[in-house]
T-cell receptor
Framework: DGGITQSPKYLFRKEGQNVTLSCEQNLNHDAMYWYRQDPGQGLRLIYYSQIVNDFQKGDIAEGYSVSREKKESFPLTVTSAQKNPTAFYLC?????????????FGPGTRLTVT | DAKTTQPNSMESNEEEPVHLPCNHSTISGTDYIHWYRQLPSQGPEYVIHGLTSNVNNRMASLAIAEDRKSSTLILHRATLRDAAVYYCILRGAQTGANNLFFGTGTRLTVIP
């Protein structure tokens, strides 16, 4: 089955540690995205990538980093510089980034930092 | 800044139609109107999108006002599985993702 996988579903870390969230897709999509969702809030864009080896900052990129070495993979690293990292993180992909393309989302990773 | 306005919550009886409104008074001529829904603790699910004409698919219908300043997502027969938060967002036609914005959406409650 085609789709997007995120692992793990739940992740716990101590404050001051970097942590990397995994996102893999087998939909042959060129574009991939990372969003953050806080309780009772909508989604906010962290980073997006239109093609391999290229990515752009979204609205809240500070304290996060990404890489896009393969078309299928777009890992997100939450660094110790992120002041409030506890949140629900969602990865998505689409054929392109124009308005005609719908996005497909993964199941999300819930990160808790204490 | 938010580009769409939706009611915080709505209720519907099971097996009745549901009309979810969205206002987007600052929409540009090239913005597509997208709808997604999200169940608790899950990733959002694509529902439907359109530009100017009304659209239908197996999940729902999208009615777009003639001036495109508002739209309505129509679920023809609500089921308990349709209980979710529904997001209306605008996406520009040009490549690039700076125009993406998910607001707080409308929480739909379906009453058995």
């Amino acid at each position: 089955d085609g789709g997007i996988t995120q692992s793990p579903k739940y992740l716990f870390r101590k404050e001051g540690q970097n942590v990397t969230l995994s996102c893999e897709q087998n939909l042959n999509h060129d574009a991939m995205y990372w969003y953050r969702q806080d309780p009772g809030q909508g989604l906010r864009l962290i980073y997006y990538s239109q093609i391999v080896n290229d990515f752009q900052k979204g609205d809240i990129a500070e304290g996060y980093s990404v890489s896009r070495e393969k078309k299928e993979s777009f890992p997100l690293t939450v660094t110790s510089a992120q002041k409030n990292p506890t949140a629900f993180y969602l990865c998505a992909s689409s054929y392109g980034t124009g308005g005609t393309y719908e996005q497909y989302f993964g199941p999300g990773t819930r990160l808790t930092v204490t | 800044d938010a580009k769409t306005t939706q009611p915080n919550s709505m209720e519907s009886n099971e097996e009745e139609p549901v009309h979810l409104p969205c206002n987007h008074s600052t929409i540009s001529g090239t913005d597509y109107i997208h709808w997604y829904r999200q169940l608790p603790s899950q990733g959002p699910e694509y529902v439907i999108h359109g530009l100017t004409s009304n659209v239908n698919n197996r999940m729902a219908s999208l009615a777009i006002a003639e001036d495109r300043k508002s739209s309505t997502l129509i679920l023809h027969r609500a089921t308990l599985r349709d209980a979710a938060v529904y997001y209306c967002i605008l996406r520009g036609a040009q490549t690039g993702a700076n125009n993406l914005f998910f607001g707080t959406g409308t929480r739909l409650t379906v009453i058995p």
